[in-house]
């Protein structure tokens, strides 16, 4: 007995070791590349419209063509049992690697077109666009080391903070002319898709040498496993497709509508407002592959459940306060002449409750309930749909923001009568 308690105490302290070295290599990487997209834009100066236009191109494309393959990764139900590891290994490559080489083609022709379509330089967009590819290789391998090899993630930290100081001197000599600045705008990507790739050839290359066949000796790509990848990643790649309709398209809806102080206003805010949404984000997204192993304990779940929804609420609360509280302090800091308050409030309001909904997507995930996932995504893209070119039509920039708030709140509403539902049919059943 005292042997079993010792054999869970150990496995406990390795899930959550586990747990805070995942959370802190993501932080360090979305962290550092936060920071050094906001130090880059700061260099630009009233130039860097289409620099952060680029990113927002980047970021929206890249969730398009990742279609759904890391989260199903992290929530460990891509692979059935009794499958073959190694030909599902080498079709989630395939899908993998053609997503990455179309996407890019893809992502540069946007960018270029929207550079010249706003008169903007295409020289440091064009450099950005090449984030794609790095975000694509950095996300699929670290899913992997998160979700599949123990250690994998706090072996990465080392060379992720490495990566860290190395661009903070880039950036350094880049403020003092000493290096041009589009060296900096891909550098730090490029850093830590080495690095993770390192790692996830040395775990791989232990695997081997303790008798784990990986599949990696062999080259050829099975059509059918990269059909059945597909195949099974499509309910949450249609989730995130369809959930660009209302996420991710408001920069562009902007930058149709707008000009000048007050596009660039939004830009700034809305990168902004991307660094709770990463940080919470990445907590979520951690998340998913404990919640997701006690979908089948029915004795922890439930508890689980409650303390992730309160941190949910928590967190969405306390950012958006924060972010409308250093408005005079944001102002200054880019030179923002005027700030329209209407617009920041509209920001901060669609920032809390995004928090609040990446926290239940990813706990649907987790669950293994893609159909309520998909149902609420696809009212959501129907009501955006609806709401976004009206609404930018008749107020603008501050237009966007509304129809962006009022399909969050209804994003929110459906989650909480999901959830109630859940509960009131469980405690039902109970009473029974």
């Known amino acids: 007995m005292k042997r079993h308690q010792i054999h869970n105490t150990g496995q406990l302290m390795l899930h959550n070791l586990n747990m805070i070295s995942a959370t802190a290599a993501r932080l360090l990487f979305f962290g550092g590349r936060y920071v050094s997209m906001l130090l880059i834009a700061r260099l630009l100066g009233v130039d860097s419209a289409g620099f952060l236009l680029s990113l927002a191109v980047v970021e929206l494309l890249r969730i398009l063509f990742d279609y759904g393959l890391e989260n199903s990764l992290l929530a460990r139900f891509h692979q059935q049992p009794g499958e073959s590891g190694i ?14 080489v179309v996407g890019q ?70 403020k003092n002319n000493y290096i041009p600045l589009w060296l900096c705008a891909i550098t730090f990507e490029a850093m830590a898709l ?88 990445t907590i979520a997204s951690v998340s998913i592959s404990t919640l997701s192993d006690d979908r089948h304990s029915p004795e922890k779940l439930p508890k689980k459940i409650i303390r992730f929804r309160q941190l949910a609420y928590g967190a969405g609360t306390i950012s958006g306060v924060v972010l409308a509280s250093a408005s005079p302090l944001i102002a200054s800091f880019f030179s923002l002449t005027t700030v329209n308050h209407q617009l920041l409030g ?64 209804f994003c929110a509403a459906q989650h909480a009568w999901l959830f109630y539902r859940t509960t009131s049919s469980q405690e039902h059943s109970h009473a029974r």
């Open 105 to 174: 083609l893809v992502t540069t022709g946007v960018i270029a077109i929207l550079c010249q379509r706003n008169g903007t330089s295409m020289g440091l967009p064009l450099i950005a666009s090449l984030q794609f590819s790095c975000l694509m290789g950095f996300g699929y391998i670290q899913a992997h080391l998160q979700a599949g090899r123990p250690g994998g993630m706090a072996a990465l930290m080392p060379p992720l903070a490495l990566a860290v100081a190395v661009q903070a001197a880039l950036l350094m000599l880049a």
């Open 194 to 281: 080495v690095a993770s790739s390192f790692i996830g050839f040395r775990f791989r290359a232990l695997e081997n040498k303790q008798g784990v066949s990986t599949g990696a000796h062999t080259s050829s790509i099975d059509s059918v496993a990269w059909k059945t990848v597909l195949g099974r990643i499509a309910p949450l790649g249609n989730v995130a497709l369809i959930g660009i309709a209302y996420n991710r398209l408001d920069a562009l809806a902007v930058s149709w509508v707008a000009g000048g102080a007050l596009f660039a206003q939004y830009l700034i805010y809305q990168r902004l407002a991307s660094a709770p949404l990463m940080f919470f984000s």
């Open 346 to 409: 509209l920001q901060c309001m669609v920032m809390t409750l995004q928090i609040v909904n990446g926290f239940h997507a990813a706990l649907l995930i987790a669950l293994g309930k893609l159909p309520q996932l998909w149902r609420i995504a696809r009212n959501n893209a129907v009501m955006a749909v609806l709401l976004l070119p009206l609404s930018a039509w008749k107020w603008g920039t501050v237009g966007v923001a509304l129809s962006l708030c009022v399909v969050e709140i």
């Open 87 to 100: 030909s599902f290994r080498r079709g989630k490559l395939a899908v993998r690697l053609s997503a990455t």
